[in-house]
């Protein structure tokens, strides 16, 4: 473990300085038959394991005909990629600088997704889906700029309250919700968040990439677990 810090503090240090000069300018990133125009401020999916892992996972899924919400869409890569599959897919930002990333980049590549900005539920109110992908903040720290809400939580993990307290409103009656995290964060506090609301963290995937494991669970709810052992 203490191996594993050092070598993170090591990649940090020397890594971290040239991807910020990097995404402080608009990039054009190419994803097979893709083509994103991505700005500073956007969560790029070329440098960050999450959108990746979450991609390769999603390909494992049956998506066509879904009712679809990626909540923290970003450039919009995952919501244009499950739309290609048939998807009924609406993307979710709270930065209002990805919402509009994302529309630009579903225009160009010629794919429809209802890009929405809004705070997790706050302007999806009545609406459900079959399945829900979240690729949340959990740094714990407040954010102070738009930029800032891709990665922290909340010095009190604000998020992952709000995203349980309101999450199983918005499934279908056979709704699944997905949400990938890694061993960087605190893992047991997100659970620990999670049972209070009375869901439950299922691990469906794991990939390991360098020195990182990333997980992803299925949230589930006590009242989902009722149903399925009747």
Request: glycine share 4%; charged share 20%; net charge positive.
């Amino acid at each position: 473990m203490y191996r594993k810090k050092v070598i993170k503090y090591l990649i940090g240090k020397t890594y971290r300085p040239f991807l910020e000069r990097y995404l402080s300018s608009v990039r054009m990133y190419r994803y097979y038959s893709l083509t994103l125009r991505i700005p500073p401020g956007v969560f790029h999916p070329a440098f960050f394991y999450s959108t990746r892992i979450l991609i390769q996972f999603l390909e494992t899924q049956s998506v066509k005909g879904k009712k679809f919400l990626e909540l923290g869409s970003g450039s919009g890569l995952i919501a244009m990629l499950v739309s290609k599959r048939g998807a009924i897919v609406t993307a979710s930002d709270i930065n209002p600088t990805a919402v509009e990333n994302g529309i630009e980049n579903t225009q160009r590549n010629k794919l429809s997704v209802s890009f929405i900005q809004s705070n997790l539920f706050k302007s999806l109110s009545g609406e459900t889906y079959d399945m829900i992908i979240i690729n949340p903040p959990y740094y714990p720290k407040d954010p102070i700029s738009e930029s800032q809400y891709a990665w922290y939580c909340g010095k009190d993990f604000e998020y992952f309250h709000s995203l349980f307290d309101q999450l199983f409103v918005h499934l279908t009656t056979e709704g699944q919700a997905f949400m990938i995290l890694s061993d960087d964060c605190d893992i047991a506090r997100i659970e620990a968040i999670a049972h209070a609301a009375s869901f439950q963290l299922k691990k469906v995937y794991e990939k390991k990439l360098w020195t990182e494991d990333n997980y992803i669970f299925e949230l589930v709810h006590s009242h989902q677990i009722k149903i399925q052992d009747a």
